[in-house]
């Protein structure tokens, strides 16, 4: 099992950065694509940006398309979003999430998730 811990998140200004990071607690995530995911308050939980196991591949929403990067480094077992250009819409709790072991990544299916971190843009 796969155990997700979420970090960076907190509150900045419109147009500032963040940048978000996952880490495992005792295990490694080389062999998982790796999504994150957000929600607002009073909003659906949404898809943000995934990378695959080896990092070569990403989607990301249309949303945040251009602004924000996820990328990870497997000698250092954490996956990041990196956030610009930040809008009072992206507000929401930030999560990390895991498929499964090996599977496939564009089946969209994750079968891990962090407890999420908060993100407050303010105008």
């Known amino acids: 099992q796969v155990q997700l811990v979420e970090s960076g998140g907190g509150l900045v200004q419109a147009w500032g950065s963040l940048r978000l990071a996952c880490a495992p607690s005792?295990?490694?995530?080389?062999?998982?694509?790796m999504g994150w995911f957000r929600q607002a308050s009073g909003r659906e939980r949404e898809f943000v940006a995934a990378?695959?196991?080896?990092?070569?591949?990403?989607k990301y929403a249309d949303s945040v398309k251009g602004r924000f990067t996820i990328s990870r480094d497997n000698a250092k077992n954490t996956v990041y979003l990196q956030m610009n250009s930040l809008k009072t819409e992206d507000s929401a709790v930030y999560y990390c999430?895991?498929?499964?072991?090996?599977?496939?990544?564009?089946?969209?299916?994750?079968?891990?998730w962090g407890q999420g971190t908060q993100v407050t843009v303010s105008s």
């Open positions: 999430a895991a498929q499964g072991a090996y599977a496939d990544w564009f089946t969209n299916k994750y079968d891990y």
């Open positions: 005792g295990r490694t995530l080389s062999t998982h694509g």
């Open positions: 990378i695959s196991r080896g990092g070569s591949s990403t």
